[in-house]
């Protein structure tokens, strides 16, 4: 089975910087797609950040310019720098990888941005 196991997040600053990290319990290199979503508060889920297995990444408008995600495929992590942080960047963030037509997600981490 799967597991996909995050970390890091936590509170931070506006202007400020986070990190996440997400090990999978597979080479993360069979998944077509790892990357996070956030769930804001009162906001639908949206995906924030992707990397496909070619190493080509993408973003959500909203983060453009300040999320990272990275991968170091001999640990099987994904990464997401969040630099430059806004109050609007608060919420659970999820671990999500796609291998064929099944998707798989993390447990959630919380990130809070105080003003």
């Known amino acids: 089975q799967v597991q996909l196991v995050e970390s890091g997040g936590g509170l931070g600053q506006v202007g400020g910087s986070l990190s996440l990290s997400c090990t999978t319990s597979e080479n993360i290199l069979f998944f077509n797609v790892v990357g996070w979503y956030r769930q804001a508060p009162g906001k639908q889920r949206e995906l924030v950040a992707t990397?496909?297995?070619?190493?080509?990444?993408d973003y959500v408008d909203s983060v453009k310019g300040r999320f990272t995600i990275s991968r170091d495929s001999a640990k099987n992590t994904v990464f997401l720098q969040m630099n430059d942080l806004k109050p609007e960047d608060t919420g659970v963030y999820y671990c999500?990888?796609?291998?064929?037509?099944?998707?798989?997600g993390g447990q959630g981490t919380q990130v809070s941005v105080s003003s």
């Open positions: 990397i496909n297995v070619s190493g080509n990444t």
């Open positions: 999500y990888a796609k291998k064929l037509r099944t998707d798989y």
